[in-house]
Protein backbone atom coordinates (compact mmCIF):
# COMPACT_ATOMS: atom_id res chain seq x y z
CA UNK A 1 0.00 0.00 0.00
CA UNK A 2 2.97 2.07 0.87
CA UNK A 3 4.91 1.77 -2.79
CA UNK A 4 1.31 2.71 -3.90
CA UNK A 5 0.55 5.86 -2.66
CA UNK A 6 4.21 6.66 -3.52
CA UNK A 7 3.33 6.08 -7.27
CA UNK A 8 -0.03 8.14 -6.86
CA UNK A 9 2.32 11.18 -5.59
CA UNK A 10 4.75 10.55 -8.03
CA UNK A 11 1.80 10.61 -11.10
CA UNK A 12 0.31 13.54 -9.49
CA UNK A 13 3.62 15.50 -9.09
CA UNK A 14 4.11 14.63 -13.18
CA UNK A 15 1.18 16.07 -13.83
CA UNK A 16 1.27 19.55 -12.17
CA UNK A 17 2.67 21.04 -15.70
CA UNK A 18 -0.47 20.15 -17.05
CA UNK A 19 -2.49 21.11 -14.53
CA UNK A 20 -1.13 24.14 -13.77
CA UNK A 21 -1.20 25.06 -17.78
CA UNK A 22 -5.10 24.49 -17.91
CA UNK A 23 -5.84 26.75 -14.78
CA UNK A 24 -3.80 29.42 -16.30
CA UNK A 25 -6.00 29.07 -19.57
CA UNK A 26 -9.19 28.58 -17.88
CA UNK A 27 -8.03 32.04 -15.43
CA UNK A 28 -6.97 33.75 -19.09
CA UNK A 29 -10.66 32.75 -20.53
CA UNK A 30 -12.55 34.23 -17.36
CA UNK A 31 -10.99 37.30 -17.68
CA UNK A 32 -11.46 37.55 -21.46
CA UNK A 33 -14.78 37.18 -21.31
CA UNK A 34 -15.20 39.92 -18.05
CA UNK A 35 -13.88 42.40 -20.93
CA UNK A 36 -16.74 40.68 -23.31
CA UNK A 37 -19.63 41.34 -20.40
CA UNK A 38 -20.53 44.79 -22.05
CA UNK A 39 -20.52 43.37 -25.84
CA UNK A 40 -22.02 39.88 -25.43
CA UNK A 41 -24.19 39.94 -22.43
CA UNK A 42 -23.37 39.41 -18.67
CA UNK A 43 -25.54 36.07 -18.40
CA UNK A 44 -24.11 34.73 -21.99
CA UNK A 45 -20.43 35.59 -20.29
CA UNK A 46 -21.35 33.46 -17.21
CA UNK A 47 -22.26 30.38 -19.11
CA UNK A 48 -19.49 30.45 -21.67
CA UNK A 49 -17.71 30.32 -18.30
CA UNK A 50 -18.60 26.39 -17.37
CA UNK A 51 -17.53 25.80 -21.48
CA UNK A 52 -14.23 23.86 -19.82
CA UNK A 53 -16.30 21.88 -17.57
CA UNK A 54 -17.20 19.53 -20.42
CA UNK A 55 -13.16 19.98 -22.06
CA UNK A 56 -12.36 18.77 -18.60
CA UNK A 57 -14.57 15.47 -18.96
CA UNK A 58 -12.16 14.40 -22.00
CA UNK A 59 -9.08 16.02 -20.60
CA UNK A 60 -9.41 13.51 -17.49
CA UNK A 61 -9.84 10.56 -19.73
CA UNK A 62 -6.95 11.59 -21.68
CA UNK A 63 -4.71 12.12 -18.71
CA UNK A 64 -5.20 8.70 -17.56
CA UNK A 65 -3.52 7.27 -20.87
CA UNK A 66 -0.89 9.95 -21.14
CA UNK A 67 0.54 8.75 -17.43
CA UNK A 68 0.73 5.34 -18.78
CA UNK A 69 2.35 6.46 -22.46
CA UNK A 70 4.60 7.99 -20.49
CA UNK A 71 5.98 5.14 -19.12
CA UNK A 72 7.40 3.87 -22.16
CA UNK A 73 8.09 7.01 -24.05
CA UNK A 74 10.89 7.64 -21.13
CA UNK A 75 11.67 4.35 -21.52
CA UNK A 76 11.16 3.74 -17.32
CA UNK A 77 8.28 0.99 -17.98
CA UNK A 78 10.91 -1.87 -17.47
CA UNK A 79 11.93 -0.14 -14.05
CA UNK A 80 8.23 0.20 -13.28
CA UNK A 81 7.39 -3.34 -13.72
CA UNK A 82 10.07 -4.57 -11.99
CA UNK A 83 8.44 -2.84 -8.76
CA UNK A 84 6.74 -5.13 -5.98
CA UNK A 85 3.52 -3.81 -7.08
CA UNK A 86 1.23 -5.41 -8.96
CA UNK A 87 -0.15 -4.80 -12.76
CA UNK A 88 -3.60 -3.43 -10.99
CA UNK A 89 -1.65 -1.28 -8.33
CA UNK A 90 0.32 0.48 -11.09
CA UNK A 91 -2.90 0.92 -13.34
CA UNK A 92 -5.26 2.24 -9.92
CA UNK A 93 -2.23 4.99 -9.15
CA UNK A 94 -2.29 6.06 -12.60
CA UNK A 95 -5.59 6.60 -12.64
CA UNK A 96 -6.21 7.74 -9.41
CA UNK A 97 -3.89 10.36 -10.21
CA UNK A 98 -6.05 11.63 -13.25
CA UNK A 99 -8.98 11.34 -11.89
CA UNK A 100 -7.60 13.90 -8.63
CA UNK A 101 -6.60 15.98 -11.19
CA UNK A 102 -9.85 16.25 -13.27
CA UNK A 103 -11.68 16.58 -10.04
CA UNK A 104 -9.35 19.74 -9.13
CA UNK A 105 -9.37 21.24 -12.03
CA UNK A 106 -13.15 21.16 -12.25
CA UNK A 107 -13.69 22.15 -8.79
CA UNK A 108 -11.36 24.99 -9.41
CA UNK A 109 -13.62 25.77 -12.48
CA UNK A 110 -16.42 26.01 -10.70
CA UNK A 111 -14.74 28.58 -7.94
CA UNK A 112 -13.91 30.67 -10.88
CA UNK A 113 -17.38 30.58 -12.39
CA UNK A 114 -18.43 31.36 -8.78
CA UNK A 115 -16.53 34.46 -8.40
CA UNK A 116 -17.70 35.77 -11.38
CA UNK A 117 -21.44 35.53 -10.72
CA UNK A 118 -20.27 37.07 -7.20
CA UNK A 119 -19.56 39.90 -9.36
CA UNK A 120 -22.58 40.47 -11.10
CA UNK A 121 -23.25 44.04 -9.31
CA UNK A 122 -20.15 45.10 -10.71
CA UNK A 123 -21.96 44.51 -14.29
CA UNK A 124 -25.51 45.72 -13.29
CA UNK A 125 -27.13 42.43 -12.64
CA UNK A 126 -28.84 40.76 -9.95
CA UNK A 127 -27.59 37.03 -8.65
CA UNK A 128 -29.50 34.04 -8.87
CA UNK A 129 -32.03 33.62 -6.40
CA UNK A 130 -29.84 30.32 -5.29
CA UNK A 131 -30.97 30.31 -1.82
CA UNK A 132 -34.51 30.01 -3.47
CA UNK A 133 -34.10 26.83 -5.28
CA UNK A 134 -35.64 23.37 -4.18
CA UNK A 135 -32.15 22.27 -3.48
CA UNK A 136 -33.46 18.79 -0.86
CA UNK A 137 -35.45 17.95 -4.22
CA UNK A 138 -33.01 18.14 -6.49
CA UNK A 139 -30.16 16.14 -4.34
CA UNK A 140 -31.02 12.91 -5.99
CA UNK A 141 -30.94 14.39 -9.54
CA UNK A 142 -27.00 16.32 -8.64
CA UNK A 143 -26.02 12.64 -7.06
CA UNK A 144 -26.69 11.15 -9.48
CA UNK A 145 -25.52 13.42 -12.07
CA UNK A 146 -22.38 13.95 -10.97
CA UNK A 147 -21.61 10.15 -10.47
CA UNK A 148 -22.56 9.74 -13.57
CA UNK A 149 -19.59 12.11 -14.70
CA UNK A 150 -17.33 10.60 -12.60
CA UNK A 151 -18.28 7.24 -14.28
CA UNK A 152 -17.83 8.88 -17.63
CA UNK A 153 -14.34 9.83 -16.91
CA UNK A 154 -13.25 6.55 -15.15
CA UNK A 155 -14.48 4.66 -18.10
CA UNK A 156 -12.88 6.48 -21.13
CA UNK A 157 -9.84 6.56 -18.88
CA UNK A 158 -9.74 2.75 -18.17
CA UNK A 159 -10.66 2.31 -21.92
CA UNK A 160 -7.78 4.48 -23.55
CA UNK A 161 -5.16 2.73 -21.22
CA UNK A 162 -6.06 -1.10 -21.94
CA UNK A 163 -6.28 0.11 -25.44
CA UNK A 164 -2.45 1.13 -25.17
CA UNK A 165 -1.64 -1.72 -23.04
CA UNK A 166 -3.01 -3.90 -25.88
CA UNK A 167 -0.86 -2.26 -28.61
CA UNK A 168 2.00 -3.08 -26.61
CA UNK A 169 1.61 -6.49 -26.80
CA UNK A 170 4.03 -5.67 -29.78
CA UNK A 171 6.98 -3.99 -30.59
CA UNK A 172 5.58 -2.81 -34.15
CA UNK A 173 2.59 -1.05 -35.19
CA UNK A 174 1.58 -0.35 -31.54
CA UNK A 175 0.35 2.93 -32.63
CA UNK A 176 -2.18 0.77 -34.46
CA UNK A 177 -2.97 -2.08 -32.58
CA UNK A 178 -3.68 0.52 -29.97
CA UNK A 179 -6.61 2.60 -32.53
CA UNK A 180 -7.93 -0.81 -33.09
CA UNK A 181 -8.21 -1.56 -30.18
CA UNK A 182 -9.93 1.56 -28.67
CA UNK A 183 -12.70 1.70 -31.37
CA UNK A 184 -13.21 -2.37 -30.29
CA UNK A 185 -13.50 -1.85 -26.91
CA UNK A 186 -15.86 1.14 -26.97
CA UNK A 187 -17.75 -0.85 -29.37
CA UNK A 188 -17.77 -4.30 -27.05
CA UNK A 189 -18.76 -2.17 -23.70
CA UNK A 190 -21.11 -0.23 -25.78
CA UNK A 191 -23.23 -2.77 -27.46
CA UNK A 192 -22.38 -5.39 -24.58
CA UNK A 193 -23.78 -2.82 -22.13
CA UNK A 194 -27.00 -1.99 -24.00
CA UNK A 195 -27.95 -5.87 -23.93
CA UNK A 196 -27.03 -6.70 -20.15
CA UNK A 197 -29.10 -3.33 -19.47
CA UNK A 198 -31.74 -4.93 -21.15
CA UNK A 199 -31.58 -8.22 -19.22
CA UNK A 200 -31.53 -6.40 -16.18
CA UNK A 201 -34.22 -4.32 -16.83
CA UNK A 202 -36.38 -5.74 -14.12
CA UNK A 203 -34.90 -3.92 -11.23
CA UNK A 204 -36.70 -0.89 -9.81
CA UNK A 205 -36.33 3.02 -11.66
CA UNK A 206 -35.16 5.76 -10.10
CA UNK A 207 -37.22 8.38 -10.11
CA UNK A 208 -35.24 12.20 -9.70
CA UNK A 209 -36.41 15.58 -9.96
CA UNK A 210 -34.71 17.26 -12.99
CA UNK A 211 -34.87 21.36 -13.24
CA UNK A 212 -35.91 22.96 -16.08
CA UNK A 213 -36.04 26.81 -16.85
CA UNK A 214 -38.95 26.78 -19.52
CA UNK A 215 -40.18 30.04 -21.21
CA UNK A 216 -43.05 29.90 -18.19
CA UNK A 217 -40.44 29.85 -15.32
CA UNK A 218 -38.56 26.94 -13.41
CA UNK A 219 -39.84 24.04 -13.07
CA UNK A 220 -38.65 20.39 -11.56
CA UNK A 221 -39.57 17.32 -13.87
CA UNK A 222 -39.53 14.04 -12.77
CA UNK A 223 -37.59 11.67 -14.55
CA UNK A 224 -36.56 7.94 -14.29
CA UNK A 225 -33.33 6.70 -14.13
CA UNK A 226 -32.49 2.54 -14.82
CA UNK A 227 -30.50 0.89 -12.03
CA UNK A 228 -29.92 -1.78 -13.77
CA UNK A 229 -27.85 0.75 -16.11
CA UNK A 230 -26.10 2.00 -13.08
CA UNK A 231 -25.06 -2.14 -12.22
CA UNK A 232 -23.92 -2.65 -15.47
CA UNK A 233 -22.00 0.68 -15.67
CA UNK A 234 -20.32 -0.57 -12.03
CA UNK A 235 -19.70 -3.71 -13.84
CA UNK A 236 -17.95 -2.74 -16.82
CA UNK A 237 -15.61 -0.53 -14.56
CA UNK A 238 -14.38 -3.31 -12.73
CA UNK A 239 -13.96 -5.48 -15.91
CA UNK A 240 -11.79 -2.49 -17.89
CA UNK A 241 -9.63 -2.36 -14.66
CA UNK A 242 -9.33 -6.19 -14.70
CA UNK A 243 -8.07 -6.13 -17.88
CA UNK A 244 -5.98 -2.81 -17.98
CA UNK A 245 -4.36 -4.48 -14.62
CA UNK A 246 -3.99 -7.78 -16.27
CA UNK A 247 -2.56 -6.30 -19.59
CA UNK A 248 0.12 -4.28 -17.49
CA UNK A 249 1.05 -6.70 -15.53
CA UNK A 250 1.42 -9.75 -17.96
CA UNK A 251 0.63 -9.06 -21.05
CA UNK A 252 2.45 -5.56 -22.46
CA UNK A 253 5.75 -5.67 -23.94
CA UNK A 254 8.47 -3.51 -22.52
Known amino acids: MKL ?8 LRASRGNFLIFLAAIAAL ?3 LMTRAASWGYWNVLAASFVPLALLIFLGMLQALLLVR ?10 LRSLPI ?44 LAELPWSR ?4 IVIFV ?3 MGAVTFGGLILQSAYLLGRIVNRFSGLLSAIAGVGLMY ?37 VPSGAIVVLVLELALLFWAAGWLMEKRAES
Open 4 to 11: FFSLYLKE
Open 30 to 32: DVF
Open 70 to 79: DEWKAGTAPF
Open 86 to 129: SGWGIVGAKMLAAFTSWVAMSLVTLALSGIFHACAPWFGMEWLP
Open 138 to 141: MIGF
Open 147 to 149: LGI
Open 188 to 224: VATRGGDWLAGVLSFLPVITVEVPFNWSEGFALVPQT
